[in-house]
């Protein structure tokens, strides 16, 4: 089973502060994707990587960096934490770059919160 | 641009009667269609998809999906809830032309009653 693992369940962060959010996966994937879900939004998306080194905007990138040094870790920077950054941020797989019909595996997600 | 609409933040139904959940898509092209599951304090997982080779679309835990052209339509049914089935439903767009970004609903929570 493709496993995708999040490094942290809850996070409480003050505003101003640098947040780290960590993904790793174990299926060797191409893609890696980091959505925040949002009450009666659904998934948005952050950024996604389809290679080591390589990365794409997604719908809500500001506030946002992303770091993808090696292929089993993505990782979410929030530069300077601000109250609506308070979300759940969901990372998620898939393994083969340009296939259309590729399923999305996801990780549990990490609640954020930004006092 | 694409874009996915499920009708109902919220679906009430009582266990062993029928599940509907609805999903319709705004595509010139027809995409490809989706359908996620996420139980409370988990990441989603797949249920079925639509990749064009057929319009009825079985996936996990007796659900399924059918996929209507002429109503832009991908409604998730299943004959018979069961309380294990109370959970948050995603419809999923992902475009066969063009950017590869998966365009996601905004959710339809159904509850399962006794």
């Known amino acids: 089973d493709v496993k995708v693992t999040q490094s942290s369940r809850y996070l409480v962060k003050r505003t101003g502060e640098k947040v780290f959010l960590e993904c790793v996966q174990d299926?060797?994937?191409?893609?890696m994707f980091w959505y925040r879900q949002d009450p009666g939004l659904g998934l948005r998306l952050i950024y996604f990587?389809?290679?080591?080194?390589?990365?794409e905007k997604g719908d809500i990138p500001e506030g946002y960096s992303v770091s993808r040094e090696k292929k089993e870790r993505f990782s979410l920077i929030l530069e300077s934490a601000s109250t609506n950054q308070t979300s759940m941020y969901l990372c998620?797989?898939?393994?083969?770059?340009?296939?259309?019909?590729?399923?999305?595996?996801f990780g549990p997600g990490t609640r954020l919160t930004v006092l | 641009a694409q874009s996915v609409t499920q009708l109902g933040s919220h679906v009430s139904v009582s266990e062993g009667a029928l599940v509907l959940l609805r999903c319709n898509y705004s595509?010139?092209?027809?995409?490809?269609l989706f359908w996620y599951v996420q139980y409370p304090n988990q990441g989603l997982q797949l249920l079925l998809k639509?990749?064009?080779?057929?319009?009825l679309v079985k996936g996990i835990n007796g659900f399924e999906a059918e996929f209507k052209k002429s109503e832009t339509s991908f409604h998730l049914t299943k004959p018979s809830a069961h309380m294990s089935d109370a959970a948050e439903y995603f419809c999923?767009?992902?475009?066969?032309?063009?950017?590869?970004?998966?365009?996601f609903g905004a959710g339809t929570r159904l509850f399962v009653k006794a």
């Open positions: 595509s010139s092209v027809p995409p490809y």
């Open positions: 990587s389809y290679d080591v080194k390589m990365k």
């Open positions: 998620a797989s898939s393994l083969v770059a340009g296939d259309r019909t590729d399923t999305q595996y």
């Open positions: 299926m060797d994937h191409e893609n």
């Open positions: 999923a767009v992902r475009p066969n032309t063009g950017g590869f970004k998966t365009i």
């Open positions: 639509y990749t064009s080779a057929a319009t």
